[in-house]
């Protein structure tokens, strides 16, 4: 009785009905809680290779928050038009390196802006929904390997031509797509895409490369990092 008491007499202080303050602290409670299963789906199913639960730990703060600037700005114009600019004199540099990332903090804010919209029922069906989904297909590991790599070869022997590198790995690789060539006095460098036949051909790639320069240093890794 004495929080229902509270909740009242916020409501006439605020001029808000009581109705609609219960209603805004259940779809609080939804949004909350659905943040969070979606962190642990994001932590536990997620095929990122950046710290998971660095990104995790975002995505129910920023469901809460989008929950709250929604009920803020939604019942005023000029509050909206408030925010709007005040968005567009902030720069948000978020360091995302993966797109999954993207998919699961754009998921977190279609939570807040569902339940602070007041669709409760609609947004925890489509969200669970989406959650399904991510558990039934984009969980499959096999989904997120990948058999493309980046390859940087670095060599001083002026008289290695690129074109030799190129010959040599013919006989490894699937696929080879030149990213980027750069030559100099002091040393050449070039970035390639490559798919190599199988993992076990890739010290056969490094082999071939160190037969035409023993000192050439080498590189490789997975093409979907930033790294």
């Excluded at 779809?27 to 979606?38: A, P, W």
């Excluded at 989008?66 to 902030?90: E, H, P, R, T």
């Excluded at 699961?104 to 969200?127: D, E, K, R, W």
Aim: proline content about 3%; overall charge neutral.
């Amino acid at each position: 009785m004495e929080q229902i008491d509270i909740i009242n007499q916020f409501a006439i202080q605020s001029g808000i009905p009581a109705a609609n303050i219960m209603s805004i602290l259940v779809n609080f409670i939804f949004c909350v809680g659905m943040s969070f299963i979606v962190r642990a789906f994001y932590v536990k199913y997620s095929v990122s290779l950046t710290g998971k639960h660095h990104v995790g730990v975002v995505i129910p703060i920023l469901a809460s928050i989008v929950f709250l600037v929604i009920i803020v700005v939604k019942s005023s114009l000029a509050l909206s038009l408030g925010l709007v600019g005040a968005l567009s004199i902030v720069r948000f540099r978020t360091p995302i390196k993966e797109p999954e990332e993207l998919v699961y903090l754009f998921l977190s804010i279609a939570i807040g802006l569902g339940y602070a919209a007041g669709h409760t029922v609609i947004t925890t069906i489509l969200s669970s929904s989406i959650l399904a989904m991510i558990y039934f297909w984009l969980s499959n590991k096999n989904i997120g390997k990948t058999n493309e790599y980046n390859l940087i070869v670095n060599w001083k022997n002026n008289d290695l031509k690129f074109s030799q590198i190129s010959d040599s790995l013919i006989g490894v690789l699937n696929h080879m797509k030149l990213i980027r060539l750069d030559r100099g006095i002091n040393g050449n460098t070039a970035v390639l895409l490559v798919v190599p036949e199988s993992n076990i051909e890739i010290d056969s790639l490094v082999e071939k490369i160190r037969v035409l320069d023993p000192k050439a240093d080498i590189s490789f890794y997975e093409a979907k990092t930033n790294w």
